[in-house]
Every structure is written in structure tokens, then in C-alpha cells.
């Protein structure tokens, strides 16, 4: 982090806010992220509907994050070949387009299923090209910082949000026409982005390399980086444990004998947790402060799922779940650092592979807490989950320490600077 931006005061979320061209990208991430939430809801319940099987409904869900690894590593090359307006607009219109389809009654269940899995493929590169657009809108230091902090907010309260809303608007209406609702929302966040963002150059020429060549070089050069490689894991592997509770909360509730309105509420700790730390964390602290705070806060940040060994009741185990939520909140100074550390034209597919990798790892995760439960008890396997998952963070910040300016040696430094230059 530069000096400058390591002394400032902290500029506040209504600097933010003060950019004309972030306030459409911000309306225009609300609008896409609810219709993503509700056309999931409703997709899953119109499955059910056609087939009655349950299998098939989980998959719906499950196909919301298996195509993020093949999206984000195959296409990754259009978030820098391309101009950032341009490929966002063009991604939530190939969006629009697939849910659309999904509306045609004689489109079979194996079709639907294929367009989620477009829809999610496109996800990884709409989401690393707006996180690359926000350097260019906001500058790389304090301001984008608090920008992708308000875009987490928004994503944690919008999953809360979506599928209430969704549930309520499957009350009134089939699961065709709530899916009808999520078309208009895709049209209306491509129109505040076309309309409500500058259009910029994109950020490395096309050059003579194919997408597909281009999208796994940039990899390659994100991956052999090894500060890059470091900081990219503390923001995958912490993430990869804590979905332990929230995957395993229907079965927990069962366990210590809570009713429906108590699993809502453990699947909300979190995320309420989550929200108040970035929130306070993003107003209140300087940038100095929020780096500092980094690397003890991935390293303790899982220890609060450990309490689950002793299978805490409703009370203590929502406490358990916010104060892990709490523990997100080292991503703030995180973000800085992986924006630092990326040359900028590296950034859309660097931002790209971030996104692909976090949903594919969370996935991961999410899985394999489900197959432990099968054979240990539920409150073992969360607690488990915060004992290796506080290992792997040791693991992780202590490479990070390693790898930062001034630590590496002048061969890993100079192989780094080689690495960069190739790629332009």
C-alpha cells in the first residue's frame, strides 16, 4: 500500500457515493444481484414443480456455482481485451436472454438446467470486470477499497433480502412469472451501466492471441505470482471453512431440536455479523489501521466455530456465528493489497480468477462439510472446520508475511518483475 494512502483519514462511504458514475454501478449491482436471488428461487421451485424430484432442485442450486471455475478461467481474457463497459453490458444482456428462454414452456428441464449453468459461467467475468472498472472509476487506493466493501454489503444484505422477497413473490405469482421479474431487472442494471458509466479503452490490446489462450496466460502469470498466489489464498480459504455452519444448519437445528424460524436465524448470524464489521470497519478505521489489522484477524478469524465442540444452544451458537461473520471483516485491508499488488493489465483477470476461485472453493467447501456430517456428528464437523481452517490461515498468513515488499529476496523480486513484463 503506498504511504499516502496508508496516512489519509479514512474517506468515508459517502465519498463514495459522491461519484456519479459509482452510484449507477452500485444501482446497477443491487438490480442483477435480486434477479440472480430470485431467479435461483424460482427456478429451483419450478424444477421441483416439473419433475417432483428433489435431486434435481438441489442441482439447480449446485449449478450456481460449479461453472464458475470454467467460466472464470476460459473467459477470463474479455474482462481486459474488451472495454469494461462493454463486456458488463453484454454480459447482463446474455443474462436477460437466457432467463427469457427459461419463460418458453416447451424449453425441457435438461434445457433449463443448461441455461443456469450460462448464466452462471458468465457470473466470474461480469463480476472481475466490474471489480477491475472500479480502479478506473475510483482510483486504485481508499476510495475502491470502500466501493468493493459496499458491493459486499450489498451482496451479503441482497442474498437476505432476494429470497425473502422471492418467497414473497412466489406467493402471488407461478415461478414463470417471478422468473419474468429477474428479465426486467437484467434489462435495467444493462441500461444503468450503458448509460450511467463512461466508456473506456480496454485495458490490454487484443493483440494476435486467441480468448482462450489469452484467458489461460493471464492465469498462468496471476498463479506464478507468488505474492499474487499468496493473497489470493487468504481470500479463498478462510471462506472455504466458515460456509461449514451455514451448510450444516438445517441438519443442526434438528440436532438440538429448533423449529424452521431458528434455522432462519442461524443462516442470518453470519451475514448480520458480516455487514456490522465491514460496516464498522469501513467507517471508522484508517487505512493504515484496516492493514494492520489483516493478518490477525484471517488468522483468529475462524476460532469462534471451535465453541460448536460443546453443541451450543440457539443463543450461543447465533453469537458463534456472528462473531465468525465478524472475522470477514480483514478483507477490507485485503483489497488493497491484491490491487497493489496486480499490475493494472492484469486486473480483469486477475479479478476474474478471484471471483471463479472464491465460489468454486465456497462450493467446495459447502460439499465437503455435507460429507463429513455423514459420518460425525453435525457440531463436531463445524467445530472441526474452525480448527483446520484456523491451521490453513497460519499457513496462509505466514506465507503472506513472507511475500510482502520489502521481505521477498532480490531474485524472487526480480523474477516477479520478469513475470509482469511478459504480459504486456
Same mark, same amino acid.
Given at each position: 500500500?503506498?504511504?499516502? #494512502?496508508?496516512?489519509?483519514?479514512?474517506?468515508? %462511504?459517502?465519498?463514495?457515493?459522491?461519484?456519479?458514475?459509482?452510484?449507477?454501478?452500485?444501482?446497477?449491482?443491487?438490480?442483477?444481484?435480486?434477479?440472480?436471488?430470485?431467479?435461483?428461487?424460482? *427456478?429451483?421451485?419450478?424444477? %421441483?414443480d416439473?419433475?417432483?424430484?428433489?435431486?434435481?432442485?438441489?442441482?439447480? /442450486?449446485?449449478?450456481?456455482?460449479?461453472?464458475?471455475?470454467?467460466?472464470?478461467? &476460459? /473467459?477470463?481474457?474479455?474482462?481486459?481485451?474488451?472495454?469494461?463497459?462493454?463486456?458488463?453490458?453484454?454480459?447482463?444482456?446474455?443474462?436477460?436472454?437466457?432467463v427469457?428462454?427459461?419463460?418458453?414452456?416447451?424449453?425441457?428441464?435438461?434445457?433449463?438446467?443448461?441455461?443456469?449453468?450460462?448464466?452462471?459461467?458468465?457470473?466470474?467475468?461480469?463480476?472481475?470486470?466490474?471489480?477491475?472498472?472500479?480502479?478506473?472509476?475510483?482510483?486504485?487506493?481508499? &476510495?475502491?477499497?470502500?466501493?468493493?466493501?459496499?458491493?459486499?454489503?450489498?451482496?451479503?444484505?441482497? +442474498?437476505?433480502?432476494g429470497?425473502?422477497?422471492?418467497?414473497?413473490?412466489?406467493?402471488?405469482?407461478?415461478?414463470?412469472?417471478?422468473?419474468?421479474?429477474?428479465?426486467?431487472?437484467?434489462?435495467?442494471?444493462?441500461?444503468?451501466?450503458?448509460?450511467?458509466?463512461?466508456?473506456?479503452?480496454?485495458?490490454?490490446?487484443?493483440?494476435?492471441?486467441?480468448l482462450?489462450?489469452?484467458? &489461460? #496466460?493471464?492465469?498462468?502469470?496471476?498463479?506464478?505470482?507468488?505474492?499474487?498466489?499468496?493473497?489470493?489464498?487468504? *481470500?479463498?480459504?478462510?471462506?472455504?471453512?466458515? =460456509?461449514?455452519?451455514?451448510?450444516?444448519?438445517?441438519? %443442526?437445528?434438528?440436532?438440538?431440536?429448533?423449529?424452521?424460524?431458528?434455522?432462519?436465524?442461524l443462516?442470518?448470524? +453470519?451475514?448480520?455479523?458480516?455487514?456490522?464489521?465491514?460496516?464498522?470497519?469501513?467507517?471508522?478505521?484508517?487505512?493504515?489501521?484496516?492493514?494492520?489489522?489483516?493478518?490477525?484477524?484471517?488468522?483468529?478469524?475462524?476460532l469462534?466455530? =471451535?465453541?460448536?465442540?460443546?453443541?451450543?444452544?440457539?443463543?450461543?451458537?447465533?453469537?458463534?456465528?456472528?462473531?465468525?461473520?465478524?472475522?470477514?471483516? %480483514?478483507?477490507?485491508?485485503?483489497?488493497?493489497?491484491?490491487?497493489?499488488?496486480?499490475?493494472?493489465?492484469?486486473?480483469?483477470?486477475?479479478?476474474?480468477?478471484?471471483?471463479?476461485?472464491? +465460489?468454486?472453493?465456497?462450493?467446495?467447501?459447502?460439499?465437503?462439510?455435507g460429507?463429513?456430517?455423514?459420518?460425525?456428528?453435525?457440531?463436531?464437523?463445524?467445530?472441526? #472446520?474452525?480448527?483446520?481452517?484456523?491451521?490453513?490461515?497460519?499457513?496462509?498468513?505466514?506465507?503472506?508475511?513472507?511475500?510482502?515488499?520489502?521481505?521477498?529476496?532480490?531474485?524472487?523480486?526480480?523474477?516477479?518483475?520478469d513475470?509482469?513484463?511478459?504480459?504486456?
Amino acid at each position: 500500500m503506498s504511504q499516502g #494512502s496508508a496516512t489519509a483519514p479514512p474517506a468515508g %462511504y459517502r465519498a463514495v457515493f459522491a461519484v456519479t458514475e459509482f452510484r449507477a454501478v452500485f444501482a446497477a449491482h443491487l438490480l442483477s444481484l435480486l434477479g440472480v436471488v430470485v431467479s435461483e428461487l424460482a *427456478l429451483t421451485v419450478l424444477v %421441483y414443480d416439473l419433475t417432483g424430484s428433489p435431486l434435481l432442485s438441489a442441482l439447480t /442450486f449446485a449449478l450456481g456455482l460449479l461453472p464458475y471455475v470454467i467460466g472464470g478461467t &476460459l /473467459f477470463a481474457g474479455v474482462a481486459d481485451r474488451c472495454p469494461a463497459r462493454r463486456v458488463l453490458v453484454v454480459c447482463d444482456l446474455v443474462c436477460a436472454a437466457c432467463v427469457a428462454v427459461m419463460l418458453v414452456p416447451v424449453v425441457p428441464v435438461a434445457g433449463l438446467l443448461a441455461l443456469r449453468c450460462l448464466v452462471a459461467a458468465v457470473a466470474p467475468v461480469f463480476t472481475g470486470t466490474r471489480m477491475a472498472a472500479l480502479t478506473d472509476i475510483l482510483g486504485d487506493g481508499d &476510495l475502491y477499497v470502500l466501493g468493493r466493501s459496499l458491493l459486499r454489503i450489498v451482496s451479503q444484505s441482497a +442474498m437476505l433480502i432476494g429470497f425473502g422477497a422471492g418467497g414473497v413473490l412466489l406467493t402471488v405469482l407461478s415461478p414463470r412469472e417471478a422468473i419474468a421479474v429477474t428479465v426486467v431487472t437484467f434489462l435495467c442494471s444493462a441500461a444503468l451501466l450503458r448509460f450511467g458509466t463512461r466508456d473506456r479503452p480496454a485495458r490490454a490490446g487484443n493483440g494476435s492471441a486467441t480468448l482462450l489462450r489469452e484467458s &489461460l #496466460s493471464g492465469a498462468r502469470l496471476v498463479l506464478g505470482d507468488r505474492r499474487i498466489r499468496a493473497l489470493l489464498l487468504l *481470500l479463498w480459504l478462510p471462506p472455504m471453512f466458515v =460456509v461449514a455452519p451455514e451448510a450444516l444448519a438445517a441438519p %443442526y437445528a434438528a440436532e438440538i431440536g429448533a423449529g424452521p424460524a431458528a434455522l432462519g436465524l442461524l443462516l442470518c448470524a +453470519m451475514a448480520v455479523g458480516h455487514v456490522g464489521a465491514e460496516l464498522f470497519v469501513g467507517s471508522a478505521l484508517r487505512p493504515r489501521t484496516r492493514s494492520r489489522i489483516v493478518l490477525p484477524v484471517a488468522a483468529v478469524g475462524l476460532l469462534p466455530l =471451535v465453541v460448536y465442540v460443546v453443541r451450543p444452544g440457539l443463543p450461543l451458537a447465533l453469537a458463534v456465528l456472528a462473531l465468525a461473520g465478524m472475522g470477514a471483516a %480483514y478483507v477490507i485491508g485485503l483489497d488493497q493489497w491484491f490491487v497493489d499488488a496486480v499490475p493494472p493489465e492484469l486486473r480483469g483477470r486477475a479479478m476474474t480468477l478471484l471471483t471463479a476461485g472464491l +465460489m468454486t472453493i465456497q462450493g467446495t467447501g459447502m460439499a465437503l462439510a455435507g460429507l463429513a456430517a455423514e459420518f460425525f456428528p453435525v457440531h463436531h464437523v463445524v467445530a472441526g #472446520s474452525g480448527i483446520i481452517g484456523t491451521a490453513v490461515a497460519l499457513l496462509v498468513v505466514a506465507e503472506v508475511r513472507r511475500t510482502a515488499p520489502g521481505q521477498m529476496s532480490d531474485t524472487e523480486r526480480r523474477d516477479g518483475a520478469d513475470r509482469h513484463v511478459t504480459s504486456r
